[in-house]
């Protein structure tokens, strides 16, 4: 399963940008899709989840109130809406899914809990 995520791209801060993400090959049954980032020379973090199973979306506390993720299931495409974007949010952004084996024990921040990842897409907040 491979994911292809797009949408990055220049903005300025207090700006908006929305990020796509979705299989590029055969299609597949996935428990939840995220979103994660990495700064540069910065480990790779949660920024938003979203479980089909659970019906309910998660978010890192940093993005709370500004970013939104949505999607639909049945094609296993997930979006990121991010609105007041600040510089220090400079990053590239990867989305990943969950397999259904997942189930009970999938913890949405945590790296391990995702089976699929994308390239990523970087994004670039400038002031």
């Known amino acids: 399963v491979q994911l292809q995520a797009f949408g990055g791209g220049l903005v300025q801060a207090g700006g908006s940008l929305r990020l796509s993400c979705a299989p590029s090959?055969?299609?597949?049954?996935?428990?939840?899709m995220g979103w994660f980032r990495q700064a540069p020379g910065k480990e790779r973090l949660f920024v938003a989840a979203i479980s089909w199973n659970r019906g309910r979306p998660y978010y890192s506390d940093s993005v709370k109130d500004r970013f939104i993720i949505s999607g639909e299931n049945a094609k296993n495409t997930v979006y990121l809406q991010m609105n007041s974007l600040k510089s220090e949010e400079t990053a590239v952004y990867y989305c990943?899914?969950?397999?259904?084996?997942?189930?009970?024990?999938?913890?949405?921040?945590?790296?391990?809990?995702?089976?699929?990842w994308g390239q990523g897409t970087e994004v670039t907040v400038f002031s």
């Open positions: 090959g055969r299609t597949f049954s996935s428990h939840a």
């Open positions: 990943a899914a969950a397999a259904l084996s997942q189930g009970s024990t999938w913890y949405h921040p945590s790296e391990a809990s995702y089976d699929y």
